[in-house]
């Protein structure tokens, strides 16, 4: 999707956010992706900067602090952070971590819009952390290319 400069501000200052230079960065990196972020993914995709990576790590922890962003997965240990504002999708569906390149990619919601759960499940489903494991796409043609 990705957001521009002056829809980043407005999210910042909407959740009581200072409005920084890295902190924008790090919110339109997040708004940009596909799926959920490591914190090494987000300097990755910041590139050159002249920003401390410890910068950059806590911008995460305060966007996620302020309900911006949310921890959509944790595989292996390593927090995977999304954009939770302002659509309000908090990455409530599976998500696939694949065991060669560690890309965690969000799943279609019909592979789990299909369960039908009745009370008192219902909450508990919601709210689960659901991960696939096993190799994407790119990493099984690689394979086959090899
Ligand atoms: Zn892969
Ligand atoms: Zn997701």
């Known amino acids: ?6 829809e980043a501000r407005k999210i910042l200052h909407d959740s009581g956010l200072r409005v920084t230079a890295p902190r924008l960065a790090v ?20 590139g050159d900067t002249d920003w401390n990576p410890a910068t ?5 922890v305060k966007l996620r602090d302020a309900g911006v962003a ?18 309000g999708d908090a990455h409530r569906h599976p998500h696939f971590v694949c065991e060669d390149c560690g890309r965690v990619a969000c799943l279609p919601v019909e592979l789990t819009a299909s369960l ?7 909450q508990s489903v919601e709210n689960a952390s659901v991960e696939m494991r096993g190799h994407c796409p790119d990493c099984l043609e690689q394979e086959v290319g090899s």
């Open 116 to 122: 039908s759960v009745d009370e008192p499940w219902v």
């Open 1 to 6: 999707m990705g957001i521009t400069r002056g």
């Open 56 to 60: 950059v790590f806590r911008n995460l």
């Open 27 to 46: 919110l339109r990196v997040l708004a940009d992706s596909e799926g959920p972020l490591s914190w090494g993914d987000v300097l990755a995709r910041l």
């Open 70 to 87: 949310t921890v959509a997965a944790r595989a292996e240990g390593i927090d995977r952070y999304a954009l939770a504002h302002p659509k």
